[in-house]
């Protein structure tokens, strides 16, 4: 096999990353040895992924699966990032033959998943989270860190103040319509979308929350079971599931450089990795934290004076449940054993562009 061909066949395996709403906000060109990585922002929420920062962590999730999977080629994986952060061209791999041990992550691309499922409250063995802590804290260096907390009272605080943006999520008119415009309604749907979009059957509602998930996607309906708290009756009911789990993680950024948040992305990954290898589920919980980012820049006009102050309370209870001082919180999530979830997101092939 060349090595054009292996770039390709490693390709397949690492497009299985997480992307927000699956958006798979990626295309690639191949020359020789080099992997170019095409950024796709515009498939992202335009309101939540705010600076793109979301796309950002996205192809940094992809752009640590393909280092790991080289190393099962013989590959080794140079990376170099744009310095412009509105280059397309987001990223140039460039692949020479090396003997490397293959990562021992390779075999968990596969495995990675998000699993919105209760959790059981089991305790995850503490050297377990302490390898998965160092690990993601030595990656990062000094542009990523991570946090961890175990004790239950924190995580019901976080739980609830992440659960804060089904409310404005909800209760906001452009919000409401770019979430129900990503909600995939069956599984023929989701082969027309080439999975781009979040398939219902993976937000695991019960019947009659899909019921009623599917007449408050119209406005006028949401807009009058607002006035009788339907939102937040969701909200807290989602929170009694988020604090579900072993432990809860955070991951903050120590700069607001497009390479902060692509770091972000490779950190997340390898920690989402680590824990399916251990047969951990996972589920980012990340709304207030984006909305927030968009508050501090002054970007207010689309929030009501009410959503501000939950988004900026909300933001306040999850770094005191951290610890978090310094940086910007831009991941949050929960970890746990849980039972599969319902269905698993389509992933579509990898476009390659021909230079
Ligand atoms: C930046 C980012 C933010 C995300 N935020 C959330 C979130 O708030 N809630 C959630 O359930 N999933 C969240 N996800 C997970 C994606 O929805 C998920 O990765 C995608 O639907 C594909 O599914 P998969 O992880 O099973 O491959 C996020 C993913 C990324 C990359």
Redo the contacts with the bound molecule.
Sequence with gaps: MNTKEKIIQLLNYAI???????SQPWTFKISDNKLTILSHPEKDNPVLNFRF??TL??QG?LIENIIIAASHYDLEAMVNIASDPNDQAIAQITFNDFQVSPDPLYSSIPK???N?KQYRDKIIPKEILTDIFNMANVLGGSMVNTFFIGDKNKMAIAGKA?SN?EIVMLENKVLHNLFFKEVIWNSYEEKIKGGSG??IK?LELKKPQEIVFRIIRHWPMMAILKKIGLAKFIASENAKIYETGGAMGAISVNGDSHENFIMA?RV?ERIWLSCAKEGINL?????IL?MWQKIMAGETEIFSASEVSLIKTSYEQISSAFNIKDGIIT?MFRVGYSEN?SA??Y?KEPIIISS
Excluded: E, V, W
């Excluded at 299985?16 to 699956?22: C, F, H, Q, V």
């Excluded at 589920?283 to 709304?287: D, E, F, K, V, Y």
């Design positions: 299985n990353a997480p992307s927000g709403g699956n920062r979301g962590i996205a999730a990675r998943f998000t919105r992440a943006n979040l398939y993976t992305g997340l589920q980012l919980m990340t709304g984006f991941l979830p698993f997101s992933k």
